[in-house]
């Protein structure tokens, strides 16, 4: 199983729609994030969250929101979808993990492709 | 101007041949990462480095502090390589928030 799994990993939805990406590790990781990446820009930052009662936002928050439910859940809900949030977007853990040998920092999950109509 | 550029943005080889792409940073960090994204999307982390030299491999990264750069070499490089190749930077060790380079599309011919 993978240590960071992201759920859908494609995702078709209308504008207006409420959707949910979830996120969940077996890293042991502290730190989780949710970060979009657009052709030509790069990765942005949307939230992270520190411990489960610490959520923060990121550089592009807006029409955004997530929950921590668990050390090892972090969901990004997108209240009502609108095309420009059409993006490949990508869950990562970062800490020291319960793997000795996690010299690595961060480990990303597989991405989910959302295609907003 | 970005506070992470990356150079060049797309690379061009032939199998075998060595390969530099460097990321230059404006911002002080304790941790600069470099990943790989393959066709298909997933991200992996190859190196965190903060100070010197690692090597995994074939791959080769450096930085240095002073200077704020760093360059991720690849050695008898394979088509299997090719793949986007993104420099980011962040706080302390394995912790915080990343700021990315816009990637360097690499593609390794046979």
């Known amino acids: 199983d993978a240590d960071v799994t992201q759920t859908p990993r494609n995702r078709i939805t209308k504008t207006g729609k409420r959707i949910m990406l979830e996120c969940s590790q077996t890293?042991?990781?502290?730190?989780m994030y949710w970060y979009r990446q657009d052709p030509g820009l790069g990765l942005r930052l949307i939230y992270y969250?520190?411990?489960?009662?610490?959520?923060n936002k990121g550089e592009i928050s807006d029409g955004y929101s997530v929950s921590r439910q668990a050390q090892a859940k972090f969901s990004l809900s997108l209240e009502s979808a609108i095309p420009n949030q059409t993006a490949l977007y990508f869950c990562?853990?970062?800490?020291?993990?319960?793997?000795?040998?996690?010299?690595?920092?961060?480990?990303f999950g597989s991405g989910t492709r959302l295609t907003v109509v | 101007k970005n506070e992470v550029e990356q150079s060049p943005q797309n690379l061009t080889a032939q199998e075998g041949e060595f390969i530099t792409i460097n990321c230059s940073y404006s911002?002080?960090?304790?941790?600069l990462h470099w990943l790989q994204q393959h066709p298909g999307g997933g991200i992996v982390s190859l190196f965190m480095?903060?100070?010197g030299k690692k090597k995994h491999g074939r791959l080769i990264a450096t930085i240095n502090i002073q200077e704020k750069h760093s360059s991720l070499h690849i050695t008898a490089s394979h088509p299997r390589d090719s793949a986007v190749y993104i420099c980011?930077?962040?706080?302390?060790?394995?912790?915080?928030?990343?700021?990315f380079g816009q990637g360097t599309i690499l593609t390794v011919h046979p």
């Open positions: 990562a853990t970062s800490g020291t993990g319960t793997d000795r040998k996690d010299n690595y920092g961060y480990t």
């Open positions: 980011a930077v962040g706080g302390g060790t394995s912790y915080g928030k990343l700021t």
């Open positions: 890293k042991g990781h502290d730190r």
């Open positions: 911002v002080g960090i304790s941790a």
């Open positions: 480095l903060s100070s």
């Open positions: 969250s520190f411990d489960v009662k610490d959520i």
